[in-house]
């Protein structure tokens, strides 16, 4: 069983649709609760034997990296009903900063 998600809450960047979050902690993090554009990922810092994992609203995966190494993935995926982060590790976890395009301005 896939435990829930904890909600994250991000503006949109000024003047534009995109939004922006760290991530820096094991768990699973829903970002967006509506379809988006999940537009890329920056792995700051890696975690001990982490791995990241990043799904739609339905669970259709989006991306995933076994191990985190650090870099920058530009993505440009569709998520249908929502955005959510699984960050798995040992230790507190890898520090990712997550980068997606909603519709609007409206946090929802």
């Keep these: 069983m896939t435990a829930t998600p ?3 809450y991000a503006p949109c960047a000024p003047g534009s649709n995109m939004r922006s979050l ?3 902690r094991v768990g699973r993090w829903r970002l967006a609760r509506r379809s988006c ?3 890329s990922v ?3 810092s890696s975690g001990a034997w982490g791995r990241i994992r990043v ?3 339905h669970d259709r995966e989006l991306w995933e990296q076994p191990s985190t190494f650090t870099g920058s993935f530009w993505l440009s995926a569709g998520a249908l009903d929502g955005l959510v982060v ?3 590790s040992i ?3 890898a ?3 997550i980068n997606w395009r909603e519709p609007d301005g409206e946090i929802i």
Excluded: P, R
Aim: charged share 30%.
């Design 6 to 8: 904890v909600d994250l």
């Design 22 to 24: 760290k991530v820096d």
């Design 37 to 39: 554009e999940l537009y």
């Design 42 to 44: 920056q792995i700051v």
């Design 55 to 57: 799904t739609d609203g």
């Design 86 to 88: 699984d960050v798995a």
């Design 91 to 93: 230790d507190h976890g």
């Design 95 to 97: 520090n990712l900063t």
